[in-house]
């Protein structure tokens, strides 16, 4: 990641470098988060295997809640100042949750609150975040910026991973709330020192005058374009199963394994290390094969390797584990990368942030019946064999891709006008490219 870390972009665009800082330290303190909640809900509260699926359900339920008007709200209001106030309503929160232990107020109703709380703040920054880039970065600029993003979030989630179970380990689960408040404060810091200010968004006669009827103009778009409606019912499959296991794999690590935390932790670090290894590769794949081509490898070749998780045991057995989610986590990081900057080009700026709240809403929306489902079969059949049903899942989703217009292209089209005419479509360097046959 030598190349793209120290080069372009982080030299020469301070607003981009602010960001850039600010969403890394916000990843690492998430990913100690996704590793201490479940271990204060394991070790701490003793709570049950669904009880521990219900963390991950309500951390995003509300992008089935109010995903879709946020979208709306998004494309409304500046984006900046929404980013802010998100990531100051999440810093308080996790840092509530060590004094509530303190104060001998913690229960697996007040981790879920919180958990219901901050996804509700995700889903406001999260919309917001992918809508303000383009604003920050030219055309020819956000390919590169994606796979910065992308690349150094996948850094900061392995050692917020590994950090998260030392933490735990060391200090207890608990402690680890307060690495995710620091971060976010840097994070805040970051998005403050931003110079780009957005203007004021008008009220033009070209806007609706209804939420509902703003909110069905970002369903449409994904209704009616055959790659938009790909790409989000792919998203929306493919969630429910990765959820489905992740839910689940801090428990089958601990008791159907039966390892300590501190190795759950760097188990699940390094298998986020393949989020580099996507980040590195994609746009050089992409470049090299084509966009829909890539988007096939990493979306349906690589996860295939997700067949050996439920397979993992104490000992070199933890390799399958680590082998298999690896694998996952380079396809999923490097399939994002393609996707975001897909949709940055493909989509009128316009209709930017009720696109994101859409797709967001119908591909999260299943990861909270995801982490149910993963909670459910777990009680009911067992830890191993919940993981085996989940994880297959993820290979058999990406059949969607096959069946689709991206089986037939070399890359995705960089505007909807070029799929409407004669045009070809564009490489993911914005070169013309023949559509595979």
Known sequence: MSHGIHGGLLHRHRDFRLLWCGETAGKFGASVTGVAMPLIAVSTLHASTFEVSLLSAATWAPWLIIGLPVGVWVDRLRRRPIMLAAAAASLLLFASVPVAAWSGWLSIGLLLAIALLTGTAAVFFQTAYSAYLPSILEPADQPEGN????????????????????????????????????????????????????????????????????????????????????????????????????????????RSVGLTPGTVGALIAATSA????????????????????????????????????????????????VTGGFSVSAGVVAGNIIKASFQQRYCPPDLLGRLTASTAF????????????????????????????????????????????????????????????????????????????
């Open 147 to 254: 796979a910065k993003l992308h690349g150094s979030a996948s850094a900061a989630q392995i050692a917020g991973l590994g950090s998260g179970g030392l933490i735990a380990q060391l200090t207890g689960a608990v402690n680890g709330m307060f690495a995710n408040a620091a971060t976010l404060l840097v994070s805040l810091l970051c998005l403050a020192g931003i110079r780009h200010r957005e203007p004021h968004v008008a009220r033009t006669e070209h806007r609706p005058n209804s939420l509902v009827s703003e909110v069905r103009e970002g369903l449409r778009l994904i209704a009616v374009d055959p790659w938009f409606r790909t790409l989000t019912l792919f998203g929306a499959t493919s969630n429910l199963a990765l959820m489905g296991y992740q839910s689940i794999q801090v428990v089958f690590l601990v």
């Open 362 to 437: 119908l591909s999260y929306g299943t990861i909270p019946l995801g982490a149910l489902l993963g909670g459910t079969l777990g009680t009911a059949l067992g830890l191993r064999t919940a993981m085996a049903i989940t994880t297959a899942g993820i290979p058999l989703a990406a059949l969607i891709l096959v069946f689709s217009p991206i089986r037939r292209s070399r890359d995705l089209p960089r505007s909807r006008q070029a799929t409407s005419n004669s045009q070809l479509p564009l490489n993911f360097d914005g070169e013309q490219a023949l559509p595979r046959h």
């Open 274 to 321: 393949g989020g580099v290894a996507g980040a590195f590769a994609a746009r050089r794949v992409a470049h090299r094969i084509g966009t829909a081509r890539a988007t096939l490898l990493f979306e349906l070749g690589l996860p295939m390797l997700a067949l050996l998780i439920p397979l993992t045991v104490d000992g070199a057995g933890i390799l399958l584990f």
